[in-house]
Nanobody, 115 residues
Framework: QVQLVESGGGLVQPGGSLSLSCAAS????????MGWYRQAPGKQRELVAT???????NYAGSVKDRFTISADNAKNAVYLQMNSLKPEDTAVYYC?????????WGQGTQVTVSS
């Protein structure tokens, strides 16, 4: 059994920054990849950023150069640093771990960008 716990998020003004964290616990043998996704009201869940076991990263075009994904393998944690936030970044953000090729999702955390 694997549990993911997210933290961070909240309300920020346009142009501001936020940091999200997600830590996994439980039966973790091999983390294949980690990532962040988001879902805005009325829209489908979309990829924000991923990082694989080798450290390679991938970003959605809309967040590239503003968001940074990183991981701490010793802590089984993944982070998302979000800078220059825009109102269109408003969404519920979910972390995802792929562990032994099975997917596990966090509970989601709200990020609201508004003045």
């Amino acid at each position: 059994q694997v549990q993911l716990v997210e933290s961070g998020g909240g309300l920020v003004q346009p142009g501001g920054s936020l940091s999200l964290s997600c830590a996994a616990s439980g039966s973790i043998f091999s983390i294949n990849a980690m990532g962040w996704y988001r879902q805005a009201p009325g829209k489908q869940r979309e990829l924000v950023a991923t990082i694989n076991s080798g450290g390679s990263t991938n970003y959605a075009g809309s967040v590239k150069d503003r968001f940074t994904i990183s991981a701490d393998n010793a802590k089984n944690a993944v982070y998302l640093q979000m800078n220059s936030l825009k109102p269109e970044d408003t969404a519920v953000y979910y972390c995802k771990f792929v562990i032994s090729w099975r997917e596990y999702w966090g509970q989601g955390t709200q990020v609201t960008v508004s003045s």
